[in-house]
């Protein structure tokens, strides 16, 4: 059987959907080399936002939709874009978009969707680094199983090389500082030293940068919108009505300093008993829905509350490294999907970053 051509392909991408990705193929996907290969035919596509789990979906998708791409083999490349920033603000030296993971409330779950949306992105294909904003209480050190007394490399007296940790760039205050530092500083000190770790990092070349915010909407947060070049923010939530109300405050910042709310995740939504299997709503059914729809903004996911999120992420390797096939790995690469391409809509809807080039005749 000859090979489709490129534009039968491209067709057929423009069309074609699967499981897990909430856009049509050739939203996100591009032509770029169809190749016979050994055991059938190679096809690499260009996209833009890291979708590696869906690789052999995207196989079967285009199989049944072309004939001649009987058995294909998908390889993926992702070019991530550099995200749209605000008029004023300086943009990160080698980082393409900076997403904020933050709530109304504490103890919510920002951490652990923080850590886990950020190997998510990383096991999609994406450049990924992590940066704790918990100036005062950081998590990210334990959860990501960095010893107490490891300390970032300095460069030229004034730098830190990134503390690489399953795969991720990561900083933390909790690197620089040890258990007996005593967190005196107050409100501009904490955002002065969150600015230095941003921009004193070395960061190589990041599609994304997760920053794990500290609960509330204080300096830290004022700081971070105002001098950080922020694409997106991620709101974590429990299905709780209280916890809804800090949601909704969450959102309303992000909304007043203009950083768009690139939606909200659900976090401990349903209990799922480690004995039996049943699954419980503890705090109600739907609230995280509710909420997005309320304000207009997607639903990124739900996580139940499962004892082996505790266990894996407490204990240093988080749920999406230490069971990287199991179902809750599925949901944050869903997530990781989901949040990706609400970014990439967003860089279409207005400018990326970088000079305007024009022509003119004379
Ligand atoms: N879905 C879940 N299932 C079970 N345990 C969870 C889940 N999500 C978070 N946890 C646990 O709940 C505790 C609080 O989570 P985490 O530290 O991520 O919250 P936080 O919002 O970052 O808190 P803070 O506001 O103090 O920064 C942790 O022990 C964490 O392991
Ligand atoms: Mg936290």
């Given at each position: 059987?000859?090979?489709?051509?490129?534009?039968?392909?491209?067709?057929?991408?423009?069309?074609?959907?699967?499981?897990?990705?909430?856009?049509?193929?050739?939203?996100?996907?591009?032509?770029?080399?169809?190749?016979?290969?050994?055991?059938?035919?190679?096809?690499?596509?260009?996209?833009?936002?890291?979708?590696?789990?869906?690789?052999?979906?995207?196989?079967?998708?285009?199989?049944?939709?072309?004939?001649?791409?009987?058995?294909?083999?998908?390889?993926?490349?992702?070019?991530?874009?550099?995200?749209?920033?605000?008029?004023?603000?300086?943009?990160?030296?080698?980082?393409?978009?900076?997403?904020?993971?933050?709530?109304?409330?504490?103890?919510?779950?920002?951490?652990?969707?923080?850590?886990?949306?950020?190997?998510?992105?990383?096991?999609?294909?994406?450049?990924?680094?992590?940066?704790?904003?918990?100036?005062?209480?950081?998590?990210?050190?334990?959860?990501?199983?960095?010893?107490?007394?490891?300390?970032?490399t300095v460069r030229d007296g004034k730098f830190f090389e990134p503390i690489m940790?399953?795969?991720?760039?990561?900083?933390?205050?909790?690197?620089?500082?040890?258990?007996?530092?005593?967190?005196?500083?107050?409100?501009?000190?904490?955002?002065?030293?969150?600015?230095?770790?941003?921009?004193?990092?070395?960061?190589?070349?990041?599609?994304?940068?997760?920053?794990?915010?500290?609960?509330?909407?204080?300096?830290?947060?004022?700081?971070?919108?105002?001098?950080?070049?922020?694409?997106g923010a991620v709101i974590v939530t429990t299905p709780q009505d209280i916890a809804?109300?800090?949601?909704?405050?969450?959102?309303?910042?992000?909304?007043?300093?203009?950083?768009?709310?690139?939606?909200?995740?659900?976090?401990?939504?349903?209990?799922?008993?480690?004995?039996?299997?049943?699954?419980?709503?503890?705090?109600?059914?739907?609230?995280?829905?509710?909420?997005?729809?309320?304000?207009?903004?997607?639903?990124?996911?739900?996580?139940?509350?499962?004892?082996?999120?505790?266990?894996?992420?407490?204990?240093?390797?988080?749920?999406?490294?230490?069971?990287?096939?199991?179902?809750?790995?599925?949901?944050?690469?869903?997530?990781?999907?989901?949040?990706?391409?609400?970014?990439?809509?967003?860089?279409?809807?207005?400018?990326?970053?970088?000079?305007?080039?024009?022509?003119?005749?004379?």
């Amino acid at each position: 059987m000859s090979q489709p051509s490129t534009a039968a392909i491209s067709a057929a991408l423009a069309t074609c959907r699967v499981a897990g990705l909430d856009a049509p193929l050739g939203e996100v996907a591009s032509f770029l080399e169809l190749q016979p290969g050994a055991t059938g035919p190679r096809l690499r596509l260009r996209s833009t936002v890291p979708m590696a789990g869906l690789a052999s979906a995207i196989a079967s998708g285009l199989s049944a939709a072309l004939p001649g791409l009987e058995g294909v083999v998908v390889e993926l490349e992702p070019h991530i874009a550099a995200g749209a920033r605000k008029q004023g603000v300086e943009a990160l030296d080698r980082v393409g978009n900076v997403i904020a993971v933050a709530s109304g409330k504490g103890g919510v779950g920002k951490s652990t969707t923080a850590v886990n949306l950020a190997l998510a992105l990383a096991a999609e294909g994406g450049r990924v680094g992590l940066l704790d904003a918990d100036i005062y209480g950081p998590s990210q050190q334990l959860m990501l199983g960095i010893a107490g007394d490891r300390q970032p490399t300095v460069r030229d007296g004034k730098f830190f090389e990134p503390i690489m940790a399953h795969g991720l760039q990561t900083m933390s205050m909790g690197y620089l500082v040890t258990a007996n530092t005593p967190m005196v500083w107050r409100g501009p000190m904490a955002s002065g030293a969150l600015q230095q770790m941003l921009q004193q990092t070395l960061w190589h070349d990041l599609d994304y940068l997760i920053v794990d915010m500290p609960p509330g909407t204080g300096d830290i947060q004022l700081t971070l919108a105002q001098k950080v070049p922020v694409s997106g923010a991620v709101i974590v939530t429990t299905p709780q009505d209280i916890a809804l109300l800090d949601c909704r405050k969450g959102i309303e910042m992000f909304r007043k300093v203009e950083i768009p709310v690139l939606g909200v995740v659900e976090n401990m939504a349903v209990h799922i008993c480690s004995a039996c299997g049943h699954a419980e709503h503890l705090f109600g059914a739907g609230g995280g829905e509710r909420i997005a729809q309320a304000y207009g903004v997607p639903l990124l996911g739900a996580l139940p509350l499962d004892i082996r999120i505790r266990e894996q992420t407490d204990g240093g390797t988080p749920t999406v490294v230490a069971e990287p096939s199991g179902a809750i790995a599925a949901i944050y690469r869903d997530i990781a999907r989901r949040t990706a391409l609400h970014l990439a809509r967003l860089q279409i809807a207005a400018p990326a970053r970088g000079p305007v080039i024009s022509f003119s005749n004379d």
